[in-house]
């Protein structure tokens, strides 16, 4: 007979790596505010966010792009000021670039903060079995609905999704694909409504709306194609 012995303390370590990030978490957080007690605001307020940005000059590129990477991580901070910010301060274009980078770089991060951590504790509860079965069913019918997630505005799971996307058996490079496909559009309109300073007109809209409706038909109807690359990828146990 197998002793469990292995997996308790398997899952005792699982433990102490979990309670070592949440401490990690909960220092960085507690640093930030005593450093920036205002910090909140800096995501809250657009005013606040652009002086922020502009205050560290040559460097205000990076500080942006740490901004974002920031809000990804720390789910439920906002991130749409941001991208207005990032329009404004360098223009659409390379707004959307910088913005880009940052919501790349977070999606990235969090991702595998999900996989390793999320994912590694749901093997030591979940049977091989179920795990494979649930690992079948997301690469076979959900590249979709995580594609759509990722394209709509206003996500209803927010930045929370990137963390759940670590838990699936879709392959980071697939993912970080989609990421950028289906962020690229709300990115670009974000900083093109902040380089403007004004809001999108009714026909603006429209044609945005329009270019996500063809993105999502066109993974729709390659859904089959796509799900065939990414089982290539895909080794299950």
């Given at each position: 007979?197998?002793?469990p ?101 977070g ?24 795990m ?17 997630l ?58 945005f ?29």
């Open positions: 007979m197998i002793s012995e292995p997996t308790k303390k398997k899952k005792l370590k699982a433990y102490g790596y979990i309670a070592t990030l949440i401490f990690l978490i909960a220092a960085v957080l507690i640093f930030l505010y005593l450093k920036y007690p205002n910090l909140l605001t800096i995501f809250t307020e657009q005013n606040k966010t652009r002086e922020f940005i502009v205050q560290h000059g040559v460097r205000a590129p990076f500080i942006l792009i740490g901004l974002q990477v920031f809000q990804i991580i720390f789910a439920p901070i906002p991130g749409h000021f941001i991208g207005f910010a990032a329009g404004y301060l360098f223009g659409a274009f390379k707004g959307t670039v910088y913005c880009l980078l940052g919501i790349l770089i999606a990235s991060i969090t991702f595998w903060l999900g996989r390793i951590f999320g994912r590694g504790l749901l093997k030591l509860f979940i049977p091989e079995e179920s494979q079965k649930f690992d079948n069913y997301v690469v076979r019918k959900g590249p979709f609905i995580v594609f759509i990722l394209l709509i505005p206003f996500s209803p799971l927010g930045d929370i999704f990137y963390y759940l996307s670590g838990l699936t058996a879709i392959p980071f490079l697939i993912y970080i694909l989609m990421v950028l496909i289906a962020r690229l559009p709300n990115s670009y309109v974000n900083n093109l409504i902040g380089a403007k300073a004004l809001t999108f007109s009714a026909r603006e809209w429209v044609i709306l329009s270019v996500l409706l063809v993105l999502g038909l066109i993974f729709y109807f390659n859904r089959k194609k796509i799900e065939g690359l990414i089982l290539r990828f895909v080794k299950f146990r």
